[in-house]
């Protein structure tokens, strides 16, 4: 919601009237000193939204407040333009609504453009979102990147790594959903006070890695060519989709990592573009994977989070690079999620293998689910029960 500042308005004082921690809206107007607003300035009020309310007979500031439990201040605020003593039937003005539901619903399928879509409301009803772009796709499409938190402790999330695992995105959307609700509410989730990871943690997430692949797994071969038949060659003619886990070229993007990337390209069969498992012919030369490795370089990330579908696992260590604390992370996800902790397995290449190797710090992946991919939405509920501890514990350990 925006407002324009009148004489004596001041962000403390928004807070105050909208009942909105000081620092989300500070957040939410970085150009803006706090106690130095000029008359007619626009400011950002996360948690709220303007609705059209027509005057009915009877009707005055102070009872139609009440009966929204607002300060009448709000109204005189966001209708400027109406004389509150002269409100005739029929006249429409605004209320502002206390955003009080997930602005969201992520338990569709959920395709790239799902994803912008939601993206752009979130941002709308929380604009302390920072939202940048992590790189583009090899279809141009852009891979966004949200960050939330002004903390010390960097913490990155990313999903749909691979096509048919897209459901991971929309977990991480609707983890995200809860969470900005929960900010603004002053609230918990699970017995912590959001607000505490929010002052703590710089939250980075990458909810789509790999978007022409989810759009090619959802909804089938892309109109731009030569990827519209080149794609259903590599599919070995069919037009099903669903087992297909690379790029829109045919490479994996998480066998694409400089962290002995030579072994997986020897002993993958795939020795050239395939729905999965093909490594490329090099380390990092697809789009998606090189945006992973520049952003990772340039956020300086403490952990990360790579999340992918399925068998209830955690990988947790590589090569006996990864460091001691790990280990206490991974317990506590485990406690929180009832999933198998797995040290090490016989595979390569991966971004939480490179971030490790790389960092020495600690880098997870997490394999939600159980089934065939792409695993059915009959399973989203428990899929997201089942991980809000350890997206909450990612932050708060």
Known sequence: MKVLVRKGDTLWYFSQLFQIPLQLIIDSNPHKKPNILSIGDEVKIPGFTLRPYTIKPGDMYWNIAHRFNLATDALLLVNQHVNPNKLNIGQQIYIPIFISN??????????????????????????????????????????????????????????????????????????????????????????ILTQKLYDSVMLSVVPMVNPDGVNLVINGPPNQMPYKTEVVQINNGSM??????????????????????????????????????????APLTEPEAIAME???????????????????????????????????????????????AVRYVDSHAGYKDWFIQEWRRSGFTIELGRGINPLPLSQFDEIYNKTVGIFLASMYM
């Open 102 to 191: 997930g602005v969201i619903h992520t338990n569709t399928l959920y395709d790239y453009q799902a994803l912008v879509r939601d993206i752009n409301k979130l941002c709308k009803a929380y604009p302390f979102i920072k939202l940048n772009e992590a790189g583009k796709s090899v279809l141009n499409s852009n891979i966004p990147e949200l960050i939330i938190g002004r903390g010390p402790k960097k913490v990155h999330w990313n999903g749909s790594f691979h096509a048919n695992e897209w459901i991971t995105t929309a977990i991480i959307m609707q983890f995200l959903n809860e969470y900005l609700l929960s900010l603004t509410n002053s609230g918990y989730i699970r017995g």
């Open 294 to 340: 520049k952003l990772t370089e340039i956020r300086n990330f403490d952990r990360v989070l790579a999340f992918h579908t399925q068998g209830e696992e955690i990988y947790w260590g590589y090569e006996g690079y990864e460091p001691p604390y790990s280990e206490a992370i991974v317990k506590e996800f485990v406690r929180a999620s009832g999933y198998k």
């Open 240 to 281: 099903n989709f669903s087992d297909w886990k690379a790029n829109i070229r045919g490479v994996d993007l998480n066998n694409q990592y400089p962290a002995n990337w030579e072994i997986e390209k020897e002993r993958k069969k795939p020795k050239a573009p395939a729905p999965r498992d093909y490594p490329g012919d």
